[in-house]
């Protein structure tokens, strides 16, 4: 499982966007990237999954370049809501066992 | 859709008591699923694996005498922790795991918690 580094918080503002970098140098060739949200006393909400490239859902899109050593979710127009921490992991097929980071502490201000 | 649920949502015991903390999928089935452990401002901590038919895996300095896993179903596993004391007290978080045909990889899908409490 490749470890995975990301910044501990951000703030940002009510309709900006949001873009919270995960830095995985160590990725495997069969390691998806996977972002969660979690809010306080809540289980970690599944936001979206990728390999390469871009992928996007309702919610968010992530960016992967070629060489998959980083990757960036982006969140369009932040309301005061999506103040959570964000957790960027890899997953491979199979046995997916996570090891969660410290994650990043986004705060949205008015 | 990948829904999953635990029950109780919150638990409030007497130490030396025993509590167990079901988590189900709602609607697909999981092979594995997997029990959290979350204090407060902290990051998730992986307890143990549960499998479905066998023994669970538990992670270094777990005691498994102590949290009991079992997986009876594909849908349903329980977590007991047994002789409660006051520093078990914590956010217990399961999850499932969906195995995905086609794109993807396999993903775990988290149930909403357990505020265990141990007076």
């Not at chain 1, 160590?26 to 936001?47: E, H, K, L």
């Not at chain 2, 609607?27 to 479905?52: G, H, I, V």
Request: net charge neutral.
């Amino acid at each position: 499982l490749a470890k995975t580094t990301q910044p501990i918080s951000m703030d940002s503002y009510e309709g900006q966007e949001v873009n919270i970098t995960c830095s995985h140098n160590n990725i495997a060739t069969n390691d998806y990237i996977t972002w969660y949200q979690q809010f306080p006393s809540q289980g970690p909400r599944f936001i979206i999954q990728g390999y390469k490239t871009k992928v996007t859902n309702e919610v968010a899109s992530l960016f992967i370049p070629a060489d998959r050593k980083s990757s960036t979710l982006s969140l369009p127009r932040v309301s005061l809501s999506d103040t959570a921490v964000y957790y960027c992991l890899s997953l491979s097929g199979g046995y997916n066992k996570l090891i969660f980071g410290a994650g990043t502490r986004l705060a949205v201000h008015p | 859709g990948a829904v999953v649920s635990q029950h109780p949502s919150w638990v409030i015991c007497k130490s030396g008591t025993s509590v167990k903390i079901e988590c189900r999928s709602l609607d697909f089935q999981a092979t594995t699923m997997f029990w959290y452990r979350q204090f407060p401002k902290q990051s998730l901590m992986l307890m143990a694996t549960s499998n479905e038919g066998s023994k669970a895996t538990y992670e270094q300095g777990v005691e498994k005498d102590k949290f009991l896993i079992n997986h009876a179903s594909l849908t349903l596993s329980t977590l007991t922790v047994t002789s409660a004391h006051p520093e078990d007290s914590s956010f217990y978080i399961c999850s499932a795991e969906k195995v995905l045909a086609g794109v993807g990889t396999d993903t775990q899908y988290f149930g909403p918690g357990t505020r265990l409490t141990v007076l």
